[in-house]
T-cell receptor
């Protein structure tokens, strides 16, 4: 059974607007949540993470929100830029194991 | 070289061939991983090595055989694969300790089984 789910396979946003990518998980024991970004022909690269004891973490244009009661996290990108166009993977870590979602392909339209 | 390096980047093999994927990390990490990425599926964890010891084998068929001779190198030996094994195979490494671990991925090896 999939422990981390990204229900939106794709998202299109105008340049300058906010991009919101969503992720749901099932296991309340996860310690950390991470977002990775993947360009074609490259491996995923780490973007931002959040500890399970926090509800928000911000790094420049990227903010991750965690709602533990809903077992939901989201990544906000604002303002969105064309270079942000990529596949974004949500991941959860527990016991040094990482569980990934299926990814959301973000397209930022100039 | 820095980061995680995977070779070859592309591999085409027949079902009776034997080949190997190689991964090397220059980050001083203690844990190394093999993941499989198939279309429209989440990244599937295959194997985990911590300090050269295999700590996870995620019900992977025996036609995939990992080898970790030291904490910097990881191999995936392939033999008698099936067409459904065609996928992107990603190697990753991490500090391998409790706390905020971050996986650092290689660029992947794109495998096609004919």
């Amino acid at each position: 059974d999939q422990q981390v789910k990204q229900n939106s396979p794709s998202l299109s946003v105008q340049e300058g607007r906010i991009s919101i990518l969503n992720c749901d998980y099932t296991n309340s024991m996860f310690d950390y949540f991470l977002w990775y970004k993947k360009y074609p022909a490259e491996g995923p690269t780490f973007l931002i993470s959040i500890s399970s004891i926090k509800d928000k973490n911000e790094d420049g244009r990227f903010t991750v929100f965690l709602n533990k009661s809903a077992k939901h996290l989201s990544l906000h990108i604002v303002p969105s830029q064309p270079g942000d166009s990529a596949v974004y993977f949500c991941a959860a870590e527990g016991g040094n194991q990482f569980y990934f979602g299926t990814g959301t392909s973000l397209t930022v339209i100039p | 070289e820095t980061g995680v390096t995977q070779t070859p980047r592309h591999l085409v093999m027949g079902m009776t061939n034997k080949k190997s994927l190689k991964c090397e990390q220059h980050l001083g990490h203690n844990a190394m991983y093999w993941y499989k990425q198939s279309a429209k599926k989440p990244l599937e964890l295959m194997f985990v090595y911590n300090f050269k010891e295999q700590t996870e084998n995620n019900s992977v068929p025996s036609r995939f055989s990992p080898e970790c001779p030291n904490s910097s190198h990881l191999f995936l030996h392939l033999h008698t694969l099936q067409p459904e094994d065609s996928a992107l195979y990603l190697c990753a490494s991490s500090q391998g300790r409790a706390g905020a671990n971050v996986l650092t991925f290689g660029a992947g090896s794109r495998l096609t089984v004919l």
